[in-house]
Nanobody, 120 residues
Framework: QVQLVESGGGLVQPGGSLRLSCATS????????MGWYRQAPGKERELVAD???????NYADSVKGRFTISRDNAKNTVYLQMSRLQPEDTAVYYC??????????????WGQGTQVTVSS
C-alpha cells in the first residue's frame, strides 16, 4: 500500500557531501515522523535523524553539525544532506516513515536502503 524509494547514495571521498532523498507514495492519509537510519557491516541499525510533520528534528550525536534532515510535505519526501563525510559514515542508509493509510492503521514503513561509501 505504501512504498518508500531512496536515492542519492554512492561513493564519496572523505570531507565530501551527498544528498539522500526518500519519496513516499501510496494511499497515504497522513505522514507523521520520517527518519533516516543506517547500518554498517557487523553493526546494528541506528537512528541518524528524524523529523516530525511539524518540522521538529532529532539527530544522533555523531552527525550533529554535519547532517541536515528536511522534508517536503507536499511531495511526501524526506531528505538527508550529509556534509563533511567520514569513513565511519559508510553504511546502508534506510529511510522510514510513520504512515496512516486511508481507512487503515498507523504503520511504520521502510525503504530498501541505499549504500553510502566514504573512501579515498
Amino acid at each position: 500500500q505504501v512504498q518508500l524509494v531512496e536515492s542519492g547514495g554512492g561513493l564519496v571521498q572523505p570531507g565530501g557531501s551527498l544528498r539522500l532523498s526518500c519519496a513516499t507514495s501510496g494511499r497515504i492519509f497522513n505522514l507523521y515522523v520520517m527518519g533516516w537510519y543506517r547500518q554498517a557491516p557487523g553493526k546494528e541499525r541506528e537512528l541518524v535523524a528524524d523529523i516530525t510533520n511539524g518540522g521538529s528534528t532529532n539527530y544522533a550525536d555523531s552527525v550533529k553539525g554535519r547532517f541536515t534532515i528536511s522534508r517536503d510535505n507536499a511531495k511526501n519526501t524526506v531528505y538527508l544532506q550529509m556534509s563533511r563525510l567520514q569513513p565511519e559514515d559508510t553504511a546502508v542508509y534506510y529511510c522510514n516513515a510513520d504512515v496512516q493509510v486511508y481507512g487503515g492503521a498507523r504503520v511504520t514503513y521502510w525503504g530498501q536502503g541505499t549504500q553510502v561509501t566514504v573512501s579515498s
